[in-house]
């Protein structure tokens, strides 16, 4: 068994806050859509942050029957969702061995919203009270475990939960996992729904959400008037597969996922490391295994929370790892600006912006970018997406532990 296989894209799936599919999310992403708006799962008015990137006009029951609505937790039917889109589109489905065929899918919190009902009912009702599905739909391997049993895969079936890293490192085993052959296909991507009042509050309380009442003003990566990240939810899922497997039954491939960076800041429990080492090795990994040259025209999804330190830290990261001159020469933006903060979704959808940005020679704009931080000096295509020959797109997601991920994606 070969141990450096080839790990192509062949299906994608999205539910996010600029749209229930693919194609709506990527046109909102092209065209600087805001995702942005009033809270509307529960009432914000004590609440310091009142703005959220939804999801919209998702019905469940496209994708569950009702009986299994029931026993999911949003986060894990936004998973469901986005896997079904990818694994039909792909074709995959019956083209590999069950044993072979596996799932690697990322969250940060899992089944909170079903965590806060029931333990309300636990305070108000008693404990007899308690559903007994709490466990299945609170716990974070459920979108996994659900997403295997839907597409009977008998391969590995397990969640990546590292904060805000979580998608990001959920697509970068997965790929490990068919390059050194322990799989021939994987479902992959992450989800989240933790727009709930407990989640909120908590990161409102430690000052990381913006406090903004115009969405137009709120989540502003790289922009000096910036002040915090918007939550946001949502799943993207992808399809990896083996090249030569995809190659041989013709399926359409996005692209290559040809490099991956995972490492620790070993620093603090959320603050970034101030030189960005950690960020900046994963970069530089993730650019080692893709083979990066200085001939390469590239893209980089930056994490771009726009909080505060996030920014400055992640521009030093980007310098490091490129080097200064290279480095503004990249293309650099924050989609989070249209799609908020997805928390465990965010490094799915992302890469999922990258493929499509190499795909079609665009890359996304950072909206409401319009007075750019010095401490942010980079390419970061405000307002309007630029147009350019890419050749690679990087893709940055930094969490709450010290997680830092960096994807490297190529077409084919």
């Known amino acids: 068994m070969s141990e450096n296989r080839r790990v192509v894209v062949t299906g994608l799936g999205a539910i996010t806050p600029l749209g229930n599919t693919v194609s709506e999310t990527w046109n909102g992403l092209k065209s600087g859509k805001n995702g942005i708006g009033p809270i509307t799962l529960f009432d914000t ?38 896997a079904q889109q990818a694994v039909e589109e792909s074709g995959v ?26 333990h309300t009912k636990l305070m108000e009702k008693g404990p007899r009270r308690v559903s007994p ?35 990001a490192n959920a697509i970068g085993e997965a790929m490990r996992l068919i390059r050194h052959g322990y799989a021939d296909a994987v479902i992959t991507g992450g989800a989240e729904a933790a727009i709930t009042p407990s989640a909120v509050a908590g990161f409102a309380n430690m000052k990381a959400l913006s406090t903004a009442e115009n969405p137009d003003e709120a989540s502003m990566p790289f922009d000096r008037r910036r ?11 992808l399809v ?43 970069m530089m990994d993730a650019m080692r295994e893709a083979g990066y040259t200085e001939e390469d025209v590239v893209y980089i999804n930056a994490h771009g929370t726009g909080t505060p330190m996030n920014d400055v830290i992640e521009t030093k990261a ?22 908020g903060h997805m928390l465990g979704a965010a490094g799915a959808v992302e890469a999922l ?3 499509l940005a190499l795909e079609e020679g665009i890359a996304p704009p ?26 690679l797109a990087l893709s940055n997601s930094l969490g709450f532990g010290g997680h830092n991920a960096c994807l490297a994606f190529r077409k084919v």
């Open 45 to 82: 008015e004590e609440f310091k942050a009142k703005l959220g990137a939804q999801v919209k006009n998702f019905d469940p029951k496209d994708y569950l029957e009702a009986n299994e609505i029931l026993r999911t937790d949003r986060y894990a039917q936004f998973a469901v969702a986005a």
């Open 93 to 118: 489905q019956g083209t590999v061995a069950p044993e072979r065929f596996a799932v690697v899918f990322g969250t940060g919190i899992g089944g909170i919203g079903t965590f806060e009902a029931e």
């Open 133 to 167: 599905l709490l466990v299945p739909m609170m716990i974070s391997n459920m979108a996994s475990g659900m997403i295997a049993i839907r597409h009977d895969c008998r391969g590995v079936a397990m969640p990546a939960v590292t904060a805000c890293a979580s998608g």
């Open 227 to 237: 002040r915090g990240f918007v939550i946001g939810e949502g799943a993207a899922a």
């Open 240 to 282: 990896l597969e083996e090249y030569e497997h995809a190659r041989a039954r013709g399926a359409k491939i996005y692209g290559e996922v040809c490099g991956y960076g995972a490492t620790c800041d070993a620093h603090h429990i959320t603050a970034p490391h101030p030189e960005a080492r950690g960020g900046a090795q994963a």
């Open 318 to 339: 980007i310098k490091k790892a490129l080097g200064e001159e290279q480095a503004k020469k990249a293309y650099v933006s924050s989609t989070k600006s249209m799609t």
């Open 353 to 355: 912006a990258c493929l």
């Open 366 to 391: 950072t909206i409401h970018l319009d007075e750019q931080d010095e401490a942010c000096d980079l390419n970061c295509v405000p307002n309007v997406a630029a147009q350019a020959a890419l050749t």
